[in-house]
Nanobody, 125 residues
Framework: QVQLVESGGGLVQAGGSMRLSCVASGRTFSTYAMGWFRQAPGKEREFVAA????????YYGDSVKGRFTISRDNNKNTVYLQMNSLKPEDTAVYYC??????????????????WGQGTQVTVST
């Protein structure tokens, strides 16, 4: 059973930084791509970032490019999302996600099969 547990959310002022972590368990972490999504109240769940199995390829949503960085540590079964220059519009619940297929990297919500419980990020003005 794949489990994803996010941590690191909270309240931060605009312009600040925050790092989210997601620990995965239940299968061999290093053979699966990982992704981050977010969902603000009343909005669809939005793609934020994705990373390939070894971390050599990364992809970002247009709204976070240049500000967010996704990374992973396969020795710790953990994927990270470093968020810099945060804006109030980044306020959302952030979800870690994983696909069911090995080596498969997706950029849309329906390409992921496993989801964490989410962690709230609130950016104040």
């Amino acid at each position: 059973q794949v489990q994803l547990v996010e941590s690191g959310g909270g309240l931060v002022q605009a312009g600040g930084s925050m790092r989210l972590s997601c620990v995965a368990s239940g299968r061999t972490f290093s053979t699966y791509a990982m992704g981050w999504f977010r969902q603000a109240p009343g909005k669809e769940r939005e793609f934020v970032a994705a990373i390939s199995v070894r971390g050599s390829s990364t992809y970002y949503g247009d709204s976070v490019k240049g500000r967010f960085t996704i990374s992973r540590d396969n020795n710790k079964n953990t994927v990270y999302l470093q968020m810099n220059s945060l804006k109030p519009e980044d306020t959302a619940v952030y979800y870690c996600a994983a696909p069911d297929r090995k080596y498969y990297l997706g950029l849309t919500r329906n390409q992921y099969d496993y989801w964490g419980q989410g962690t709230q990020v609130t950016v104040s003005t």
